[in-house]
């Protein structure tokens, strides 16, 4: 009882900004908490928070960052990754960017028609191919991550950073455990 207590009252002082996003999700929460098994409230609306904020993040820096560069964030995330490693082959691009090969593959090819990216032989295989920022590529993700930075600091604001950094860790904790299918 202790944790709905908690979460109303949370929900309340909330709620005072007036979000009907934030209204509804109580809403369900609370027609959930009256529901038999399987309904987990708590569950609920830890994952509608979740893919929520997810959502609005994504497209929030979308609009206000990669589209006006005519870029995609998942093509930023690919040139931001490229320019923390160097040059790497696109089957490791997409083990650590969720996503498909055919996917990585795609972007690159965008980026690389914009000439921000560039294929590269692999020295040690002939066959296998990394790809890499140009110098202009470089300047460009220089660029975009200062004002998405600049984008998360105004969404997070409102934690501190012990909380920033307790969310960090819950949410790294979920990651690793998630289920093996979820790759």
Same mark, same amino acid.
Do not use: T
């Given at each position: 009882m202790a944790v709905t207590i908690s979460y109303r009252s949370a929900m309340r002082k909330t709620l005072? !900004? +007036?979000?009907?996003?934030?209204?509804? /999700? /109580?809403?369900?929460? +609370?027609?959930?908490?009256?529901?038999?098994?399987? /309904? +987990?409230?708590? &569950?609920? &609306?830890?994952?509608?928070?979740?893919?929520?904020?997810?959502?609005? !993040?994504? &497209? +929030?820096?979308?609009?206000?960052?990669h589209r006006p560069r005519g870029w995609t964030l998942p093509g930023f995330r690919l040139m931001f990754k490229l320019w923390l490693l160097g040059p790497t082959q696109p089957a490791r691009l997409a083990e650590i960017s969720a996503m498909s090969r055919s996917a990585v593959t795609n972007a690159i090819n965008t980026l690389e028609r914009e000439g921000l990216v560039e294929r590269l032989p692999v020295p040690d295989d002939r066959r296998a191919v990394a790809a890499g920022l140009t110098a202009t590529g470089e300047n460009a993700v220089r660029e975009a991550f200062a004002e998405q930075t600049r984008r998360e600091q105004q969404w997070f604001a409102t934690l501190d950073a012990e909380e920033r950094a307790t969310l960090t860790d819950l949410l790294t904790r979920v990651l690793a455990a998630r289920p093996e299918d979820a790759d």
């Open positions: 005072s !900004v +007036d979000r009907p996003d934030l209204r509804y /999700a /109580a809403y369900a929460r +609370d027609r959930l908490a009256g529901m038999p098994s399987p /309904a +987990d409230p708590e &569950a609920f &609306a830890l994952a509608y928070h979740l893919l929520h904020l997810s959502y609005l !993040v994504v &497209a +929030d820096l979308e609009s206000h960052i």
